[in-house]
């Protein structure tokens, strides 16, 4: 047979390990995690694990509550201010925006998407951590050393912002304009008529883009590491240090590494974030697939 | 005497640089239905949207000129009043357009942002308005499913119920039709029919046939310029223009 | 006229909080940059960046070692990253393989591409030490070169899919066999789009911290095997920003890294323009 057709059968034979390599990987984290966590799932229960709240792993103590409850709160207050300011954002970028300012603005928010977490974390722990040790906290009566679940949850929803709003950007603008014409010829005003026709047709796309945005910000480590104070209890208030999953592989991993137990409990918290981070991004992958096939006008 | 319910004086509309409309001048007679004719892409449809000043939403258009409804110059009308204006005419685009939402809610639309209405009488209004465009029929038992489960035809006339269902004056239907097949385009022809008696209608289209068949009153735009407007009669037994003749017998089109 | 007013008004206050959040958002990038190049900028001296730690100290010297170390992570990573995200985009064309199992495909990358990177690194880091070799430059390598396919192959993948059809077929009707046709036309003319996609992948490579962290160790010397340790500008601003007397380090590396990713994100742009133009539409 000739070169070429050589070429071509080999070519597309590498071709096609290359892409079952990419779609394998998947699974040998999965597997690899679950193997390693056994050993720690063999000497304590699954719901201790989970509902206990003591971390303590030289006393053989493995309760994740305090740490899950920490993740939980930091995730939920940073999307919670992350979801309303980008969705404004994305609104006002796309239809109120004269074209010269979406210009420039778009690669701002390309470049805010590209910096690194370290960076972020850096950036807070200049900044913010001393704003919130000498001015925020005790604006609300309390005391802090500025490493907290506050400032990690500020940080966190600022390095979600790009991501919520880039997606909603792309899901305003494939919104056909004769749409918004329809409505605006019944005298409805611009906000009115993104209120009720834009925002409802892009309804499942802002949704995966805050699905998507839960599970960038469960899974962030660095940031997060640097900020929060690597306290593993229960926090008892805003300005309390705590601890996050993802966070806690970043601290504990270096002392721990040595004890197979104690690797074995961390390997566990890495299954439990991986399966987390997950469930969010198919649900959100899912989601945006099923909206990008729904607008077809 | 005629009442003229529409009137341009020296309208222009550059689209950046491009002078799509050139010096219109031109007068719509109220309760009447008059046709703006005339070849594809010579600003029949931005002349119709500048009625709603529905062509600003494009940064790069710009207007001068005045554009008079009951005597009133709506160029000068600032951003807040513009949504009144827009009340008053009623737009239907070429291919119908449905909001993502249930048929009662697409014509609902329009009621709840304009008037504060209970339950029993937005469902009555509702029901008038299919009635009116000879929907009701069709769909008063599904009334909850989403309007894009219409056939074209009918999501056409669900657009013009939503339009009336504000209570404008004038209708403007850009080339209503042309997306529909044979059977749906006859029943919109007769709506507006009806219609007409009691809004002004405005209809764009490039069909000389469907101008004849329900024309009251006709404008012949060639090249972003009115070349002749008159009552139908006249226009179509007596042109003046050559360009009128020729386009009517065919040869421009 | 009553309620046309009070739905202005509510537009207005809208129109106040939208122009407030997007301060709020590029504020963020403004002091972000302010404050990496306002402590960066005094940090920053030839000796800096031209020498490396003294010996067995951390803190001393400069950070040449932790350039060094991410250009031979990133490198290497980006180019293993791109070879492999070539073929995997090229291969999910209609042409090779039947829709479900490309969708099946583009859905893993997706999903992959969520992944937290300290994932990646946990499972670099374990597959080493089963091989023998540990935290090493090698797994730091694979560690980002599996970080980055899933980004290089999405961004890679929408470009090819947007080559028109009719190209491929005119490549077809001349006899070109489908893999020819990939290589030749679909590269050429997907190429701005590929180009953005592997800077891309790059400038999340360089900048990821998490993944490395275990996977490449430390080091105050310039690698100079792929098994030995080293370190890298992220890993080591982790690593030195809390200490007083690493802070100018961490200052200095962490300006280092933002002006790269700067350079990447403008080079990609103007690129992807230039390049563009070449480009049949």
Not at chain 1, 226 to 240: A, Q, W
Request: a positive charge; aromatic letters at 10%; glycine letters at 6%.
């Amino acid at each position: 047979m000739n070169t070429r057709k050589f070429r071509d059968v080999i070519g597309t034979k590498l071709m096609l390990i290359a892409t079952l390599f990419a779609s394998i990987i998947f699974f040998l984290i999965l597997i690899l995690l679950l193997f390693k966590s056994s050993l720690v799932l063999q000497t304590e229960s699954i719901t201790e694990i989970l509902f206990s709240s003591t971390w303590n792993p030289d006393r053989g103590q493995f309760g994740l509550a305090s740490v899950i409850i920490g993740t939980m709160i930091i995730t939920g207050i940073a999307l919670l201010i992350a979801i309303p300011i980008s969705l404004l954002s994305a609104i006002y970028i796309v239809e109120y925006a004269p074209k010269r300012i979406r210009k420039i603005i778009r690669p701002f928010i390309d470049v805010l998407a590209g910096v690194p977490s370290v960076v972020y974390g850096l950036c807070a722990f200049l900044f913010l951590v001393p704003l919130v040790k000498d001015f925020i906290a005790p604006f609300f009566g309390a005391q802090s050393t500025g490493l907290c679940i506050f400032t990690a949850s500020i940080t966190l929803a600022i390095m979600v912002f790009p991501i919520i709003i880039s997606l909603c950007i792309e899901s305003f603008d494939a919104i056909p304009i004769v749409l918004k014409e329809a409505s605006l010829s019944v005298g409805a005003t611009k906000w009115e008529t993104i209120k009720k026709v834009v925002m409802r047709a892009s309804a499942p796309s802002v949704i995966a883009a805050i699905l998507l945005g839960f599970g960038r910000a469960f899974g962030e480590t660095i940031a997060i590491n640097m900020v929060v104070g690597g306290i593993t209890r229960v926090p008892t208030s805003l300005f309390s240090p705590g601890e996050t999953l993802a966070s806690l592989i970043a601290s504990k991993y270096g002392e721990l590494m040595s004890i197979p137990l104690h690797e074995s409990a961390l390997m566990l918290v890495a299954l439990i974030l991986f399966v987390v981070v997950f469930l969010f991004n198919i649900l959100g992958v899912l989601v945006l697939r099923r909206a990008k096939k729904r607008w077809n006008y | 005497m005629e009442t003229y319910q529409i009137e341009t004086k020296n309208l222009n509309v550059y689209y950046q640089v491009h002078n799509v409309l050139n010096n219109i001048d031109i007068k719509i007679p109220a309760k009447q239905l008059t046709a703006i004719i005339g070849p594809s892409g010579c600003g029949k449809t931005t002349l119709l949207k500048s009625f709603n000043r529905l062509l600003e939403i494009n940064e790069e258009v710009k207007i001068s000129g005045q554009i008079l409804v009951d005597g009133k110059n709506i160029l000068d009308y600032k951003g807040h009043e513009i949504p009144d204006i827009r009340k008053k005419m009623g737009l239907i685009s070429q291919k119908p357009y449905p909001l993502p939402m249930s048929i009662y809610e697409n014509v609902a639309y329009g009621l709840r942002i304009h008037s504060k209405k209970n339950k029993e009488e937005l469902e009555k209004k509702i029901e008038y308005c299919l009635k009116e465009v000879g929907l009701w029929e069709e769909v008063k038992n599904r009334l909850n499913d989403p309007a894009t489960r219409l056939s074209v035809g009918q999501q056409q006339r669900l657009c013009l119920a939503r339009a009336i269902a504000v209570e404008p004056e004038v209708l403007l239907c850009d080339e209503p039709t042309s997306a529909l097949d044979p059977i749906a385009s006859q029943q919109i022809e007769k709506l507006l029919l009806k219609l007409k008696k009691d809004y002004t209608v405005v209809l764009v289209t490039h069909t000389l046939r469907q101008a004849k068949r329900v024309a009251d009153y006709v404008i012949f735009l060639y090249f972003g310029e009115v070349v002749e407007q008159g009552p139908a009669g006249e226009f179509f037994n007596n042109p003046q223009d050559p360009r009128t003749r020729a386009y009517i017998q065919g040869d421009i089109s | 006229m009553e309620l046309l007013n009070k739905r202005i008004i509510e537009e207005k206050l809208f129109k106040v909080l939208m122009i407030l959040s997007l301060c709020i958002v590029l504020g963020s990038l403004f002091i972000i940059f302010g404050i990496v190049i306002f402590n960066g900028a005094s940090s920053i001296s030839l000796e800096m960046i031209t020498q490396t730690p003294k010996e067995g100290e951390v803190l001393g010297g400069g950070i040449l070692n932790a350039i060094i170390g991410s250009i031979y992570l990133a490198l290497p990573a980006t180019g293993i990253a791109f070879l492999i995200s070539m073929m995997i985009a090229l291969y999910l064309q209609r042409d090779f393989t039947p829709s479900w199992f490309s969708n099946f495909i583009r859905f893993t990358l997706d999903v992959l591409w969520g992944i937290p990177s300290i994932i990646y690194g946990i499972f670099c880091l374990m597959i080493m030490i089963y091989l023998g070799v540990g935290s090493s430059l090698l797994a730091g390598i694979i560690a980002l070169t599996l970080l980055e396919i899933p980004i290089i192959t999405r961004s890679m993948d929408e470009a090819i899919k947007m080559v028109p059809i009719g190209l491929k077929e005119v490549s077809y009707s001349l006899g070109s066999t489908k893999f020819e046709t990939a290589m030749k036309v679909l590269r050429r003319q997907a190429f701005p789009g590929i180009l953005a996609g592997v800077l891309l992948g790059l400038g999340r490579g360089i900048g990821d911290a998490a993944s490395i962290l275990f996977t490449s160790g430390f080091s105050n010397r310039i690698p100079s095997s792929i098994f030995d340790s080293t370190a890298a500008l992220p890993t080591m601003i982790f690593n030195l920003y809390s200490l007083p007397s690493g802070q100018p380090k961490a200052y200095a590396a962490a300006f280092i890294l933002l002006i790269i990713v700067l350079t990447i994100s403008v080079a990609s742009r103007l690129l992807t323009r230039r390049f563009k133009k070449h480009v049949i539409k």
